[in-house]
T-cell receptor, first 122, second 114 residues
Framework: DTGVSQNPRHKITKRGQNVTFRCDPI?????LYWYRQTLGQGPEFLTY????????KSRLLSDRFSAERPKGSFSTLEIQRTEQGDSAMYLC????????????????????FGPGTRLLVL | GENVEQHPSTLSVQEGDSAVIKCTYS??????FPWYKQELGKRPQLIID?????GEKKDQRIAVTLNKTAKHFSLHITETQPEDSAVYFC?????????????FGAGTRLAVHP
């Protein structure tokens, strides 16, 4: 499978514990995104990397959350001191920016999603 | 920032009928609008997308239309089949929010009955 992969697929933890999730993007994609999806809602943006640089973070990403992409390939999302409200599906996506068109306009990029990590905090 | 509203939240149709899902967005500078299909327990999968310089796009039984003036875009599925049953999400990108994050609607649960 050459798509985006995520591990683990499921995680059950007790409140107060730390958890870490991993995302492996499509190999030639230099952009990587983390989203959170709660039941009955669409995914919500958390953060975004271009290569190893974390360029944007949502206000949803409290100081208990940290994301890294040390070598510009896989990424990890860590949640410290988990709370029951952290229970959700954590989705990773990757994309590759297109070459600017002759008109100079940056073309939009398609984001491809991984299967997600479902977190349950008891 | 950008806000995307999606209607209806649930849609039930008979096999062979058409299904239409509508979305509105708030940022007139948004310029890319993908649609994702998510089956239970699976990843969101892109099914079709449209850019702001195009009014309509079709791919077999699926079509998307965009009205930039009204800031509306819609997904049309014709000749629905039971395997079309899933949650469908619209999204928008661009504008003041930048080109780095998709803003999703809340989703439409489509049920196609044989």
């Amino acid at each position: 499978d050459t798509g985006v992969s995520q591990n683990p697929r499921h995680k059950i933890t007790k409140r107060g514990q730390n958890v870490t999730f991993r995302c492996d993007p499509i190999s030639e994609h230099n952009r990587l995104y983390w989203y959170r999806q709660t039941l009955g809602q669409g995914p919500e943006f958390l953060t975004y990397f271009q290569n190893e640089a974390q360029l944007e973070k949502s206000r949803l990403l409290s100081d208990r959350f940290s994301a890294e992409r040390p070598k510009g390939s896989f990424s990890t999302l860590e949640i410290q001191r988990t709370e029951q409200g952290d229970s959700a599906m954590y989705l990773c996506a990757s994309s590759s920016p297109r070459i600017p068109g002759t008109s100079g306009q940056i073309k939009q990029e398609t984001q491809y999603f991984g299967p997600g990590t479902r977190l349950l905090v008891l | 920032g950008e806000n995307v509203e999606q209607h209806p939240s649930t849609l039930s149709v008979q096999e062979g009928d058409s299904a239409v899902i509508k979305c509105t967005y708030s940022d007139s500078a948004s310029n890319y609008f993908p649609w994702y299909k998510q089956e239970l327990g699976k990843r969101p999968q892109l099914i079709i997308d449209i850019r702001s310089n195009v009014g309509e796009k079709k791919d077999q039984r699926i079509a998307v239309t965009l009205n930039k003036t009204a800031k509306h875009f819609s997904l049309h599925i014709t000749e629905t089949q039971p395997e079309d049953s899933a949650v469908y999400f619209c999204a928008a990108i661009g504008g003041a929010g930048g080109y780095n994050k998709l803003i999703f609607g809340a989703g439409t649960r489509l049920a196609v009955h044989p």
